[in-house]
């Protein structure tokens, strides 16, 4: 099966600009998530969905990242105004379902902000 | 979201088998043990999960202790290929629970 697709793989933008960042799901998968990985740290989940629906946005920064993902299919991550502090990877994930199925990541979109 | 606790890092020589461990001292009743790897510039990939009796793949095996509060990912013969970031998780079976990673245990595999 395909895996999850990310893109795009790298970005450079300076502060106070903005960025989106797009995620194509395995078929089938209702669960999408979005992680940020700060470099040296584990994954953050910022937001998880559930088809069209948000089940859990409680670690996104509302004032600057936003996500959508419409038709309960592909998502979009943006962030606007960019800050340093947002230089990290950031992962997409789907699954089956939110009990135990396992989760699989994209390779990431790794944000640089100079 | 129980906590888990992992080494920082640790070294196997290539070919002798590892044991990951990770401790979860509050784990409730109800709390899966997962663990993802994380290769160098690649997303964390599934590798094993399990609830209270010990269970194999073709990936690893993963040992629980009796009283759940501790657990260890078994690599039967390491590789250069299972140098990675291990990450040992606690998540719920139900919809609100989920995938909280901590920093992970950094495995270094020795030619």
């Known amino acids: 099966e395909a895996g999850v697709a990310q893109s795009p793989r790298y970005k450079i933008i300076e502060k106070r600009q903005s960025v989106a960042f797009w995620c194509n799901p395995i078929?089938?998968?209702?669960?999408l998530y979005w992680y940020q990985q700060i470099l040296g740290q584990g994954p953050k989940l910022l937001i998880q969905?559930?088809?069209?629906?948000?089940?859990?946005d409680s670690q996104l920064p509302k004032d600057r990242f936003s996500a959508e993902r419409l038709k309960g299919v592909d998502s979009t991550l943006k962030i606007q105004p960019a800050k340093l502090e947002d230089s990290a990877v950031y992962l997409c994930?789907?699954?089956?379902?939110?009990?135990?199925?396992?989760?699989?990541f994209g390779n990431g979109t790794r944000l640089t902000v100079t | 979201d129980a906590k888990t606790t992992q080494p920082n890092s640790m070294e196997s020589n290539e070919e002798e088998p590892v044991h990951l461990p990770c401790n979860h001292s509050?784990?409730?009743?109800?709390?899966?043990i997962h663990w993802y790897r994380q290769l160098p510039s690649q997303g964390p990939e599934y590798v094993i999960h399990?609830?209270?009796s010990n269970v194999n793949n073709r990936m690893a095996s993963l040992a629980i202790a009796e009283d759940r509060k501790s657990s260890t990912l078994i690599l039967h013969r390491a590789t250069l290929r299972d140098a990675a970031v291990y990450y040992c998780?606690?998540?719920?079976?139900?919809?609100?629970?989920?995938?909280?990673f901590g920093t992970g245990t950094s495995l270094t595999v020795i030619p």
């Open positions: 509050t784990i409730s009743g109800t709390d899966y």
């Open positions: 399990g609830l209270t």
């Open positions: 998780i606690l998540k719920g079976s139900g919809t609100g629970n989920q995938f909280y």
């Open positions: 969905f559930q088809n069209n629906g948000v089940v859990d």
């Open positions: 078929s089938g998968h209702a669960t």
């Open positions: 994930a789907s699954s089956l379902d939110t009990g135990l199925s396992p989760l699989h």
